[in-house]
């Protein structure tokens, strides 16, 4: 992204994987990426919030737990202003 990448690919909670990759584990959680871009001081205008709701909302249907590192742990709370 610094370099001027601006195209992420990634997955709500982290699901999917690969077919190719024994072990795999799933793909990077858009969540993740979003807390990422966000705490570098990137402007998405993505709602991560929102994006954690609908992790956790797949949990359901999937009947699987999220691999994604922020919709487990939850979001820290922002810097404060100096």
């Given amino acids: 992204v610094q370099a001027g990448v601006r195209i992420v690919d990634a997955s709500c909670g982290g699901v999917g994987g690969c077919p190719f ?3 795999a584990t799933g793909n990077v ?4 990426v979003l807390y ?10 993505v709602d991560v ?3 954690i709701a609908t992790a956790k ?10 691999q994604a590192a ?9 810097p404060r202003a100096a």
């Fill in 49 to 51: 919030e929102k994006i």
């Fill in 57 to 66: 909302w797949l949990e359901g249907p999937l009947a699987a737990p999220m």
């Fill in 70 to 78: 922020v919709s487990r742990a939850g979001l820290f709370p922002k």
């Fill in 29 to 32: 959680g858009t969540e993740d």
């Fill in 21 to 23: 990759a024994p072990g």
């Fill in 36 to 45: 990422l871009l966000h705490r570098m001081g990137y402007d998405t205008g």
